[in-house]
């Protein structure tokens, strides 16, 4: 019985030194870094990707909470959705998004960043939280592993991240729309991205992230809070922090003046607990 007490603070230990690890600190996080390859596109080309299968899974999987916090019904996934979405990826796997236009490939990269960490977290039922879910005992996380291949490349989500979305587009919106399965991430949209519609859901990420309390707060004693989103990728958001509480201000509907006046210490924190519902 004490063996077993052991060994549960021990992997409590784990678990918590994984997330500092991760991204618990400033520059922590992987750097925007093109990957050549992928910087190509055919602006003539006019042709959509169908996203039907993962607007399905999502509206029938994805649960809008009464918090604010989308989560997915993980333990509830039928047989048949999870062979959709193995569908849905070989797809968008067996396709070049070289050869469509950027439109097109910025909802192509978005959908499958997300509908990958959904399956990652599919393959692992037993475990609360995504830290936990890579592959070999010392693996922080699933980012590193290559999950599949297009075009020839072997891919791993951070390469998707930041080795294509990042470096290609520049958007600092695109970190509203990437979603790593934990409470304390961006919602996962319940809509699938487009090429219609990519604009309007990135405002909306941003807008709503922002403006919930897992992106900005003062706790009760005054002081802001912040995601450590905002800390992992500062550069992405602005070039100090001042200019991000400004960029916060600007964006939120109820605290844009006490943002604006605040000169205390900055607090940043993130929940790694599972998006599951």
Not at 138 to 162: M, R
Not at 186 to 196: C, F, I, Q, V
């Amino acid at each position: 019985m004490q063996r077993v007490k052991v060994m549960g603070v021990l992997l409590q230990l784990m678990v918590a030194l994984a997330a500092l690890l991760s991204m618990g600190a400033a520059g922590a996080a992987p750097k925007a870094d093109l990957w050549d390859f992928w910087n190509a596109s055919d602006e003539s080309n006019a042709r959509s990707i169908d996203h039907g299968r993962w607007q399905s899974f999502l509206d029938d999987n994805l649960r809008v909470g009464s918090d604010g916090i989308n989560r997915v019904a993980y333990q509830a996934v039928s047989g048949r959705h999870r062979a959709e979405l193995g569908d849905y990826l070989d797809s968008l796997s067996s396709l070049d998004p070289r050869t469509y236009n950027r439109a097109e490939q910025f909802a192509y990269w978005i959908n499958l960043y997300n509908a990958l960490t959904v399956e990652v977290v599919l393959r692992h039922p037993k475990k609360g939280s995504i830290l936990r879910m890579g592959k070999g005992w010392f693996s922080i996380g699933p980012w590193n592993d290559p999950l599949l291949t297009i075009a020839g490349q072997p891919l791993t989500l951070n390469d998707i991240e930041h080795r294509v979305l990042r470096p290609i587009w520049r958007d600092r919106r695109i970190h509203y729309a990437v979603n790593c399965a934990s409470i304390g991430c961006p919602n996962l949209a319940k809509t699938a991205y487009t090429s219609s519609n990519v604009e309007t859901l990135l405002d909306a990420g941003e807008a709503a992230y922002i403006n919930h309390p897992r992106g900005a707060r003062f706790d009760d004693r005054g002081r802001l809070q912040l995601s450590e989103l905002y800390k992992w990728y500062a550069g992405d958001f602005a070039e100090d922090e001042p200019a991000l509480v400004r960029y916060l201000a600007e964006h939120h509907a109820t605290m844009a003046s006490e943002l604006i006046t605040y000169t205390g210490r900055i607090r940043y924190d993130y929940d790694w607990a599972l998006n599951g519902s």
